[in-house]
């Protein structure tokens, strides 16, 4: 019984054991408590197994051919992701000569990829933060510092020639655009942040900024996320303020000034009960992590510090399972925590650790995930050269599925139209099951189609007068019918740049034949 008792102390997660002030703990997180708060030694012995479904999560990376190698992450400082992932695609943002570019990967175009593989490649100036539409897998926004949102129809199928004009150019910002988010559930509501201090929410259908924060923030915005349904924005601000935003009433619901007190920037994220988690540094410069009530903002619910790194930490949250994975810039490490309602609300689950430093890291959405093999998260971590997926698993043995690991998830169906958000309505996401795999709906694309210019630029343009009057009852069957040719003359160009390319490959290969043959 003394040794199962030992061996299970052991396996006890760090957070649940409080030590006295000034402790460093072994899993990297430093707590700061009282002697009363500690002094409980019969509660503590009571609770020496915290359970969870969680605590045995561990992280690996993919073999080396499952890899995306020979890519060029881009320099830029700026503390953004630089990658952005989805069931489809992974998206890079890359070094550029003569503007700003990004790579779009098809998930399964793993190896080496040629330095002439086709970028997306419309901004005069470095890209800086990108975000796929969470309603269309083809549509990927981007923010640069030519001070210009740009909006990206993808082929189905990759790219074959770079892809230089945008689907929509958004110009409204007069300092570089640093942040792109879309909304959660509204079809085609895009939210942007700039240098400028300025938020931006636009309806990316017609083109058109709708709701322009330009009053709220002081200084620098460092990260923007919206809540659940999307009816409220949270933002990290250079000012050490948290602040909790009503965008469409354009005023502050709550805020917090100096809710980490260093220098060195500050992230803020909704979680799904409506509160708020933040990462920043101590005033001594250590990393910390909080989580706040909205409601009551003068004290944190939770507050850790971890360790004296720089890097910034970027927190990625995964709704379902109640987990956030904190990847610092320049770290070699991904640590993960359950957030739970029993104190200490925030408990230390495992770390992932690697021998490389990341300069990025993308998270799939988890409807891109493989419920057969147990897999609760995947990450793209960058390298200075390469993309490297790691996968977050939890270890069971049974092959049936796992309800409880998966519950009904985020879907790509939009509960909301651009207009109704507007107006003012609210709508949850759509959730789907994962039981059998997320299998993507037919005729998906025509569905976005219908209200918006994305996939019809060129009927956007012949119908621009239109768009900016008041709306009149439209011919549906037209408009599918010029969304199909459209789609149609899309195809036939990129077959024609397709064969074109065959034919001078060929053209070489029978030259090359010849003069073998001589």
């Not at 400082?77 to 503007?99: H, K, L, M, Q, R």
């Not at 309806?203 to 659940?228: A, C, F, K």
């Not at 939009?414 to 003012?424: K, T, V």
């Amino acid at each position: 019984m003394y040794f199962y008792f030992l061996k299970n102390c052991c396996q006890q997660p760090i957070c649940d054991i409080k030590p006295p002030s000034g402790n460093t703990l072994t899993g990297g997180i430093r707590e700061t408590v009282t002697h009363a708060e500690f002094s409980s030694s019969a509660e503590t012995m009571r609770r020496v197994v915290r359970q969870s479904k969680f605590r045995h999560v561990f992280g690996q990376a993919v073999k080396n051919d499952q890899c995306y190698d020979d890519i060029r992450v881009s320099r830029v400082t700026w503390d953004s992701s630089f990658c952005a992932v989805n069931p489809n695609f992974v998206a890079i943002i890359i070094e550029a000569s003569g503007g700003g570019a990004f790579l779009v990967l098809p998930l399964h175009k793993t190896g080496r990829i040629d330095k002439s593989y086709p970028t997306v490649c419309g901004h005069t100036g470095p890209v800086l933060d990108i975000d796929w539409c969470p309603h269309n897998d083809q549509v990927i926004a981007s923010g640069s510092e030519d001070c210009t949102v740009m909006v990206w129809q993808i082929p189905e199928n990759g790219l074959t020639l770079p892809l230089t004009e945008p689907a929509v150019i958004l110009e409204g910002h007069s300092k570089r655009v640093g942040i792109v988010a879309w909304h959660p559930t509204a079809h085609n509501v895009l939210l942007s942040a700039g240098c400028d201090n300025v938020i931006i929410i636009w309806n990316v259908g017609t083109g058109e900024p709708l709701i322009n924060l330009d009053d709220l923030h002081q200084d620098m915005i460092y990260n923007v996320s919206w809540n659940r349904n999307g009816s409220l924005i949270c933002t990290a601000s250079k000012d050490k303020k948290i602040r909790v935003i009503d965008p469409r009433k354009q005023e502050i619901v709550a805020e917090k000034e100096k809710a980490h007190e260093g220098a060195r920037p500050m992230r803020a994220i909704f979680l799904s009960d409506g509160n708020v988690f933040t990462t920043g540094f101590s005033r001594m410069s250590e990393r910390q992590l909080a989580l706040w009530n909205p409601k009551s903002m003068e004290e944190p619910i939770a507050l850790h510090e971890m360790d004296t790194s720089n890097g910034v930490l970027l927190p990625f949250y995964d709704p379902d399972t109640n987990i956030i994975y904190l990847c610092g810039k320049g770290d070699s490490s991904i640590r993960y925590f359950e957030i739970t309602d029993e104190s200490p609300y925030v408990h230390y689950l495992n770390t992932f650790s690697s021998k490389e430093p990341q300069r990025g890291m993308g998270f799939m959405p988890k409807r891109g995930l493989d419920v057969n093999k147990c897999e609760i998260a995947r990450f793209f971590k960058l390298h200075e050269r390469k993309c490297e997926p790691i996968i977050m698993t939890v270890p069971r043995k049974s092959d049936l599925f796992q309800d409880d690991l998966y519950p009904d998830t985020a879907g790509p169906e939009a509960s909301l139209e651009a207009e109704e958000w507007f107006d003012g309505k609210n709508g949850d996401p759509i959730l789907i099951s994962l039981k059998h795999g997320y299998i993507p709906g037919k005729n998906r694309d025509l569905k976005v189609v219908k209200k918006n210019i994305l996939d019809n630029k060129l009927a956007a343009n012949k119908k621009s007068d239109l768009i900016s009057a008041p709306k009149k009852a439209a011919d549906t069957s037209n408009t599918q019918n010029e969304a199909k040719l459209d789609e149609i003359l899309k195809e036939l160009k990129s077959l024609k740049g397709t064969i074109t390319q065959q034919d001078e490959r060929i053209s070489k290969l029978e030259q090359q034949m010849a003069k073998i043959a001589v």
